[in-house]
């Protein structure tokens, strides 16, 4: 069963720095590719990082490009997004999901059940 469990959201100040871990269970991040997205209340799916396997090659949305990083640790099942000079527009529920193939794409397979980033002063 394939599951992703999001943690290390909460309060940061605008300027500040976070890291979100994305725990995962029941595939190998080796062969399917990986990504954050947020979703704000009212406002539509963002899909910001993507890692994809088995190169690693990351992608990243305009908005956060230069100061988000994504990762993963293949031996730990672990995913990342390391989030610097955060703004309050970052403010929004954090996801992390898996794609049905190596490839990132548009369409999340299994995504966990969000963690929660607030930017502000």
């Known amino acids: 069963q394939v599951q992703l469990v999001e943690s290390g959201g909460g309060l940061v100040q605008p300027g500040g720095s976070l890291r979100l871990s994305c725990a995962t269970s029941g595939f190998s991040l080796a062969y399917y590719a990986t990504g954050w997205f947020r979703q704000a209340p009212g406002k539509e799916r963002e899909g910001i990082a993507c890692?994809?396997?088995?190169?690693?090659?990351?992608y990243y949305a305009d908005s956060v490009k230069g100061r988000f990083t994504m990762s993963k640790d293949i031996a730990k099942n672990m995913v990342y997004l390391d989030m610097n000079s955060l703004k309050t527009e970052d403010t929004s529920v954090y996801y992390c999901?898996?794609?049905?193939?190596?490839?990132?794409?548009?369409?999340?397979?299994?995504w966990g059940q969000g963690t929660e980033v607030i930017v502000s002063s």
């Open positions: 999901g898996t794609f049905p193939t190596s490839r990132c794409g548009e369409n999340y397979d299994v």
């Open positions: 890692i994809s396997a088995p190169d690693g090659t990351t």
